[in-house]
């Protein structure tokens, strides 16, 4: 664990609520739906609203820095349970913090002393918004393909600062930011430098005409011989950029795996009342078991899922403890940010279908909704490269321990299960086991030459794990042992049940897809043992109960009948 990352210390549960509660209150007042879809519709940033959250009036921007510069010193939990608020308001709105909370990040994680003095304690007091550079026109994923240039400025043979070139785009807050970190080729490798606001030779383009998050500002930025002293190179020493980028990975990726938490609960939370009202064929829709389990639980579920994940990796970050290949947590970051997005997409698509022909248009929200939550599996990692740093990250592991990191994994879940049998622990062990064997299958037939199975063992990785975090994190809530700040609205039986949901539906598919990409890539000789060894006869048992439990979470959803009480102080649990 890096230095920089140990010992975010982190909020006690009542400022966190607190300042839950000030977020909501705020958009209650300031950006009630039709505004935000005025907002949608006219492509407008609402500049004073994100300067009124950052700034005196709201003072979000406090949360993520350390009390020594006057912050609030929030930690990584912190900032997810914020993250989520924002993106249930709005995830355009959302952006434009966290374009600040980014463009802060090198700073916080990678400045000396003496910048963090200067920048975060204005950030502080002034509220100032923050741009966070670093994609270009030819460098998006592959931030290595870098042109822009920094070339040092010397004054009688000493540094005394930089000239910056090159064009960033997409920028979110890139025409409105009053500090721009901005990451830049320097003879000794990329490095981050901070340029204020009206340094010559900065400009920006117009507006990018987006699909969503139309309620933030997107826009390229240019720097042509921007000049900078030293002291504005970030931590002093150069080609350290793309390191302190590395460093906050796991921390950021949550920021976002949070956004998709919070924007596809936001369009739950417009279903499940919905159909509640809606009556077709004499009865509302939320009473047939065709449209509840299909276009509400299983997105619940696997929203629920992302949550034990994104809450377990908040948890070990806060705490210092690395991550299982040992590094900042990076590729727990990757998995958390992958399992959400890719749940609140599904449930914002869910969503608009499930309101029918009044989810294709804007009034109801859920197409707003749906556009907006798109952006969360493209930016901080597309959900491909995320695929491919988890499988390349495991498969390390895998071969570090001649195959043994998913067997005790598998172990872990099955003892977990012996306490807690109710909590898909078993289940999860099957997954894993069976991630274990396609792992070995591939090694033995170097099947990871194929890109393509490498990035669907970074998926089948990721519900494995998933599912074993789930099932651990409701046991861990049976028992009451999860921390006061852990997120308790849904009651311990009914996380049980979704937990055993997950668990089923995790094991279904690394067992079949595990099976299909190894023959698929030409290992049909392997059909039979791998057939075995990912048992798929126990899979296909395991799908015992199934539909009990979604009938159980389906209950709790709506409230009805057999739903056990929410848990004491908390609302219902959606
Ligand atoms: C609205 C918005 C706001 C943004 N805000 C910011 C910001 O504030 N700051 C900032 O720096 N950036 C920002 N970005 C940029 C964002 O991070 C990038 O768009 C993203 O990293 C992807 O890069 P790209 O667009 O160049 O796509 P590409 O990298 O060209 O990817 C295109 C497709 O190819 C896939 N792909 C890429 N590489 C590989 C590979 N090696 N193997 C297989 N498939 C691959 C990708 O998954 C994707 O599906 C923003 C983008 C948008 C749209």
Redesign the pocket.
């Known amino acids: 664990m890096a230095a920089g990352m140990a010992g975010l210390a982190g909020l006690d549960r009542e400022t966190l609520d607190l300042t839950l509660e000030a977020i909501r209150d705020f958009a209650a007042e300031r950006l009630p739906d039709d505004v935000l879809l005025d907002l949608d519709a006219k492509d407008e940033f609402p500049v004073d609203v994100v300067r009124a959250m950052c700034g005196d009036e709201l003072g979000v921007q406090l949360l993520f820095i350390p009390e020594e510069y006057e912050g609030m010193g929030g930690g990584a939990f912190d900032v997810y349970r914020v993250c989520e608020e924002l993106a249930r308001i709005d995830l355009g709105v959302a952006?434009g913090v966290l374009?600040t909370f980014?463009g802060c990040d090198p700073i916080v994680f990678g400045g000396t002393g003496e910048q963090k003095q200067r920048w975060m304690t204005r950030i502080a007091s002034e509220g100032l918004l923050m741009?966070?550079?670093?994609?270009e026109p030819d460098a998006?994923?592959?931030l290595g393909a870098l042109r822009s240039v920094a070339v040092p400025v010397q004054d009688n043979g000493h540094l005394t600062g930089y000239r910056i070139t090159g064009n960033?785009c997409?920028?979110?807050n890139g025409g409105f930011a009053d500090l721009y970190s901005v990451l830049a080729l320097t003879p000794g490798g990329p490095s981050w430098f901070v340029v204020e606001r009206g340094a010559e030779g900065l400009s920006w383009g117009k507006p990018e005409d987006?699909h969503g998050?139309r309620a933030?500002n997107?826009a390229q930025v240019h720097f042509d011989d921007v000049e900078v002293t030293a002291d504005d190179l970030v931590g002093g020493v150069e080609g350290q950029g793309l390191i302190q980028a590395q460093l906050v990975f796991g921390y950021t990726r949550l920021m976002v795996a949070a956004f998709g938490l919070g924007g596809g609960w936001a369009s739950l939370d417009r279903a499940i009342p919905y159909s509640q009202e809606r009556v077709q064929a004499g009865g509302p829709l939320s009473e047939k078991q065709g449209f509840t389990h299909k276009l509400i639980v299983p997105h619940a579920v696997r929203l629920e899922a992302a949550r034990a994940f994104i809450e377990e990796t908040a948890e070990r970050i806060d705490a210092g403890t690395p991550g299982d290949g040992g590094d900042n947590l990076n590729t727990e970051g990757a998995i958390a940010k992958y399992m959400a997005s890719e749940a609140g997409n599904a449930a914002a698509d869910a969503a608009v279908q499930a309101h029918g022909g009044y989810g294709y248009v804007r009034e109801y929200m859920v197409e707003k909704i749906r556009r907006d939550v798109r952006?969360t599996t493209?930016?901080?990692?597309?959900?491909?490269?995320l695929e491919?740093t988890i499988a390349r990250d495991r498969w390390q592991l895998h071969l570090k321990t001649r195959g043994a990191h998913y067997r005790q994994l598998a172990e872990r879940a099955r003892a977990d299960a012996a306490a807690h049998p109710d909590c898909g622990g078993a289940t999860a062990a099957l997954a894993l086991a069976a991630v274990a064997a396609v792992m070995e299958h591939c090694r033995a037939g170097r099947l990871t030459r194929n890109?393509h199975v490498l990035f669907r063992l970074g998926e089948l990785i990721s519900w494995a794990e998933s599912a074993a975090v789930f099932a651990r994190r409701a046991a861990r809530a049976a028992d009451g042992t999860l921390s006061d700040k852990a997120h308790r609205r849904v009651p311990p039986p009914v996380l049980a049940a979704m937990a055993r949901v997950f668990a089923r539906e995790a094991a279904h598919k690394v067992a079949l897809d595990g099976l299909r990409w190894v023959i698929g890539a030409g290992g049909e000789g392997e059909a039979a043992p791998l057939a075995a060894e990912v048992a798929l006869g126990d899979v296909a048992l395991a799908q015992a109960g199934s539909l009990a439990d979604m009938d159980l979470v389906a209950d709790a959803l709506y409230q009805r009948r057999s739903a056990p009480p929410p848990s004491a102080g908390n609302g219902p649990v959606h």
Not at 131 to 135: D, K
């Open positions: 952006t374009a980014l741009a966070y550079c670093a994609t998006g994923s592959d960033k997409w920028i979110s987006k998050i933030s997107t952006i493209i930016y901080e990692g597309t959900s491909e490269i491919m890109q």
